[in-house]
């Protein structure tokens, strides 16, 4: 009777237990509310949750600081690497109108790309150019734009591709130096900036670019950091200014060689060094990419450097400080767009042809064809532009950066030495557009500037020297 009774009872007990609503549980003593983790467990998965937010705030703090830094390095680039580059390069009289264009570029393309240039850059649009959704910075602030840089803020990632739009015009300045009005300069640039640059950089990097390689693209051309986007527009376009606005008075008669190779000297230095932020920046977090990239870039420019002058050693008997430091510039050029796509070793591979290629372009080509490229801008960066960014399609590895990927998410080839030919159609394309937009935007420009403003300072004015015809300065006071 007793068995049957507690039979009874825990049968009761246990009825009402799974009546009872979920999460209670019966016991012995009383019913209390079951958690669905042990205490010890909820601490640990809280702990674990706050160590990953820790580790995303430490990587978005690290990957800013770099770009950040990245920024000032490619500034330096222009304001004083450039200005002290191309002011050596010049006559005397010209060195403060020279460093002046590189200076006022710094001001007026910030203020544009502040009101609309980085909208029209990097903005929602269709593929050829973005909109105005970003006009006057609007939407760009502190938090990350996931379509660019998802580790850091937007306003971070603004100012550094303003640093690119910078210099990018910037390097025109050298194919018509002492000779152009500054008021015309000015005029180009603003207008070149909008119609050439803008439109370039959104086809490669922008959202929905007909040329963006990380974004599906009809034709994704490999550009890291600007081989076509910057260098070959540049370049381009520099040959079109030199052939429009036509020689300087007494070339290539009477010499013009450079009043201070001392100041070029300490310019290309400080290009070098600056050139560490324009390519590893663009990697755009401090990541193993920035390191590839910062590699190639310091393989390529020496490479490059022992090309040139070691070309021109053999034909003239001697390396110069002029051709050594040209060559160094024109390996950073051919490998700004490869940087973040090759190893060391082609790294070479690359700065050593660029530095060969452009040296015969300057050399040889320029002197055949008689075009006076005050600062051989076409024959450094338009042709070791257009050498890396083919060069580009050749080298690219998936090991260093997996930018294509099939259905599965897989990586796939990149490069032609990996089997991926069709590659090289594409950077053909990208470097024919490169080459069509700066050739009739520049041509246009130039034509609309002559008729509205003229484009040459008058022949006592240039005869005079542009420091003081345009600014009403000497670069040296040498009285005693």
């Known amino acids: 009777m007793r068995r049957l009774l507690v039979?009874?009872?825990?049968?009761g007990v246990l009825i009402l237990g799974a009546g009872l609503p979920q999460g209670y549980a019966v016991s012995s003593a009383s019913l209390h509310p079951a958690s669905d983790t042990p205490p010890a467990a909820q601490h640990v998965q809280e702990q674990m949750s706050q160590l990953q937010a820790q580790a995303a705030d430490a990587k978005s703090a690290g990957d800013n600081a770099w770009l950040l830094v990245s920024c000032a390095l490619v500034l330096m680039m222009t304001g004083p690497g450039l200005a002290l580059f191309y002011g050596g390069l010049v006559r005397k009289k010209n060195v403060l109108a020279t460093m002046m264009q590189s200076f006022t570029l710094m001001a007026l393309v910030t203020v544009l790309w502040a009101l609309f240039g980085y909208s029209l850059a990097f903005g929602p649009g269709n593929s050829f150019i973005g909109g105005l959704d970003f006009a006057f910075l609007r939407g760009v602030g502190a938090a990350p734009d996931a379509d660019y840089a998802a580790t850091v803020p937007a306003q971070s990632f603004m100012m550094f591709q303003l640093m690119f739009a910078i210099i990018t015009p910037a390097l025109i300045t050298g194919a018509?130096?002492?000779?152009?009005?500054?008021?015309?300069?000015?005029?180009?640039?603003?207008?070149?900036?909008?119609?050439?640059?803008?439109?370039?950089?959104?086809?490669?990097?922008?959202?929905?670019?007909?040329?963006?390689?990380?974004?599906?693209?009809?034709?994704?051309?490999?550009?890291?950091?600007?081989?076509?986007?910057?260098h070959i527009t540049s370049g381009v376009s520099a040959l079109i200014c030199a052939?429009?606005?036509?020689?300087?008075?007494?070339?290539?008669?009477?010499?013009?060689?450079?009043?201070?190779?001392?100041?070029?000297?300490?310019?290309?230095?400080?290009?070098?060094?600056?050139?560490?932020?324009?390519?590893?920046?663009?990697?755009?977090?401090?990541?193993?990419?920035?390191?590839?990239?910062?590699?190639?870039?310091?393989?390529?420019?020496?490479?490059?450097?022992?090309?040139w002058a070691g070309a021109e050693w053999i034909r003239n008997g001697k390396p110069s400080v002029l051709g050594a430091m040209s060559g160094c510039v024109a390996g950073l050029v051919a490998i700004t767009p490869a940087s973040g796509f090759v190893g060391p070793m082609s790294a070479l591979v690359i700065g050593l042809i660029a530095g060969v290629v452009c040296y015969l372009m300057?050399?040889?080509?320029?002197?055949?064809?008689?075009?006076?490229?005050?600062?051989?801008?076409?024959?450094?960066?338009?042709?070791?532009?257009?050498?890396?960014?083919?060069?580009?399609?050749?080298?690219?590895?998936?090991?260093?950066?997996?930018?294509?990927?099939?259905?599965?998410?897989?990586?796939?080839?990149?490069?032609?030495?990996?089997?991926?030919?069709?590659?090289?159609?594409?950077?053909?394309?990208?470097?024919?557009?490169?080459?069509?937009?700066?050739?009739?935007?520049?041509?246009?420009i130039l034509k609309v500037v002559d008729v509205v403003i003229g484009l040459r300072v008058p022949d006592d004015a240039e005869v005079q020297g542009l420091d003081l015809s345009q600014h009403g300065e000497e670069g040296y006071n040498l009285e005693a």
């Not at 039979?7 to 049968?11: A, C, D, E, I, K």
């Not at 490669?204 to 693209?217: D, E, H, Q, S």
């Open 176 to 230: 018509f130096a002492e000779r152009m009005k500054f008021s015309a300069m000015v005029a180009f640039m603003v207008l070149w900036s909008i119609i050439v640059y803008d439109p370039m950089a959104h086809m490669v990097w922008g959202k929905g670019g007909w040329l963006n390689a990380a974004a599906g693209g009809a034709f994704p051309t490999l550009d890291f950091a600007g081989g076509t986007v910057v």
């Open 7 to 11: 039979r009874v009872l825990l049968g």
């Open 362 to 444: 300057v050399a040889k080509v320029k002197a055949a064809f008689g075009y006076d490229d005050s600062l051989d801008a076409f024959g450094v960066h338009g042709a070791g532009g257009t050498v890396g960014a083919l060069l580009t399609g050749i080298f690219a590895s998936s090991a260093v950066n997996a930018i294509f990927k099939d259905s599965q998410g897989n990586a796939v080839a990149v490069g032609l030495l990996e089997g991926h030919a069709r590659q090289m159609v594409n950077q053909f394309v990208g470097v024919l557009i490169a080459w069509a937009l700066a050739i009739v935007g520049t041509l246009a």
């Open 243 to 307: 052939l429009y606005l036509g020689k300087r008075l007494g070339f290539p008669k009477e010499p013009m060689p450079p009043h201070s190779v001392v100041l070029s000297f300490i310019g290309a230095c400080l290009l070098w060094v600056g050139w560490f932020g324009f390519n590893a920046g663009s990697a755009l977090g401090a990541g193993s990419l920035a390191t590839s990239a910062f590699v190639a870039t310091h393989f390529g420019a020496a490479a490059a450097a022992v090309g």
